[in-house]
């Protein structure tokens, strides 16, 4: 049987979605990472900050990085920003991300979920974090997998 992981998004729709953190990030200086495995074991959010970790998403320099992270076996997801976001926003800030992201999660479409998604977390950090003309990369626009 296919890992689940790898069977989530063809290798078509993962250049398509890398594509969408590009787009997203020319507004804002803030950092969008996708990560994709099959299950957080019970512990969703503790292990998107885990995987926050792992994946160094603290090294930019506003601390405005956003994990979209994704446990494929248990069909769920959470939306971690780091405090750089947190210490401006309200704990409703991605609400509206989150629904986009379900309602095509449910329907199966997990490819325009995360790219919807993608495109509503950057509108979201443009109005808090504008994008610098002295912009970098700071995380590079790939998706991990756990
Ligand atoms: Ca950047
Ligand atoms: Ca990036």
Redesign the pocket.
């Known amino acids: 049987m296919q890992n689940p992981v790898e069977a989530f998004l063809t290798s078509v729709e993962e250049q398509k979605i890398i594509e969408a ?2 787009v997203a ?1 020319q507004q804002t200086s803030g ?3 996708v990560h994709i495995e099959t299950t957080s074991k019970g512990n969703l959010e503790s292990r998107a900050l885990e995987v926050f970790s792992v994946l160094k998403m603290h090294n930019t320099a506003l601390r405005n990085a956003v994990l979209i992270y994704v446990a494929v076996n248990d069909k769920a997801f959470c939306i971690y920003g780091d405090k750089g976001i947190n210490a401006l926003v309200s704990s409703s800030f991605w609400d509206d991300t989150k629904n986009i992201i379900q309602q095509h999660f449910v329907n199966r479409n997990y490819k325009q979920g995360l790219i919807d998604g993608i495109f509503s977390a950057g509108e979201q950090l443009k109005t808090h974090f504008p994008f610098a003309e002295n912009d970098t ?5 790939t998706i991990s997998k756990g």
Do not use: G, Q, T
Not at 137 to 141: G, K, T
């Open positions: 953190i590009r990030e950092e969008i990472r990369d700071e995380l590079s626009n």
